[in-house]
């Protein structure tokens, strides 16, 4: 079946340091990949989406490479700040010709603590 | 930007009660999803919905649960009667456009099963 694993479970880094945040997948088809950000008591949010065309997508400073020969979206930013303390969600959408309705399947989230 | 409600925040009840859960969706969105979170554990998806009727459901959607949308009005989940197990933080979703289109989740309703 679907799975999406997210190794680490809390990251902390001191402001101005890379991020990186890992997700890995497995699934039966080549699936859509998204990150979701949720800041505390909010609702998740979408933060980026891969393309079938295979550009990086970039939405505030960070972005994921799709690799299917590794089943990587890893998330990336050059340089942490303080308000990108959150829980971030790698979440998959499995592509299957005879559905039109795209669940989606969550790794298990990955809580960034940034530093001063 | 797009917001989704849920309404309430918090519930408590008994186990073997009814719980109705409220979401208020996107205003123009066509698809609706339920997902449940376990403490400690991942989102899992539950239910999706469209056009009046259940489109999709997982094995985590038992025959306790059900969802309607009536009149356009919220879309909710019932569950009935409750066990124990059904504690979790429930998020509603929805979204405008067929595969793939960006989901708008609520911030969640925790419902704890006494």
């Known amino acids: 079946g679907d799975s999406v694993t997210q190794t680490e479970g809390l990251v902390t880094l001191t402001e101005g340091l890379p991020v990186m945040l890992n997700c890995t997948y497995q699934s039966t088809y080549s699936p859509f990949l998204f990150w979701y950000v949720q800041h505390l008591n909010e609702a998740p949010k979408l933060l980026l989406k891969?393309?079938?065309?295979?550009k990086r997508p970039e939405h505030q400073g960070f972005h994921a490479t799709l690799h299917k020969s590794s089943s990587s979206f890893h998330l990336q930013k050059s340089s942490a700040q303080l308000s990108d303390s959150a829980l971030y969600y790698c979440?998959?959408?499995?592509?299957?010709?005879?559905?039109?309705?795209?669940?989606?399947?969550f790794g298990q989230g990955t809580s960034l603590s940034v530093v001063p | 930007g797009p917001k989704v409600l849920q309404i309430p925040s918090h519930q408590i009840i008994d186990m073997g009660q009814m719980v109705t859960l409220n979401c208020d969706p996107v205003?123009?969105?066509?698809?609706f999803y339920w997902y449940k979170q376990i403490l400690g554990q991942q989102m899992e998806f539950l239910v999706n919905f469209y056009n009046g009727k259940v489109m999709e459901k997982s094995k985590l959607f038992k025959d306790q649960f059900s969802v309607e949308r009536p009149d356009g009005s919220y879309f909710t989940l019932k569950i009935q009667p409750t066990a124990l197990e059904d504690s979790a933080v429930y998020f509603c979703?929805?979204?405008?456009?067929?595969?793939?289109?960006?989901?708008?989740f609520g911030p969640g309703t925790r419902l704890t099963v006494l």
């Open positions: 979703a929805s979204s405008l456009g067929l595969n793939y289109a960006e989901q708008f």
């Open positions: 205003s123009n969105h066509l698809y």
């Open positions: 979440a998959l959408s499995p592509l299957i010709a005879s559905s039109s309705f795209s669940k989606l399947v």
């Open positions: 891969s393309f079938t065309d295979n």
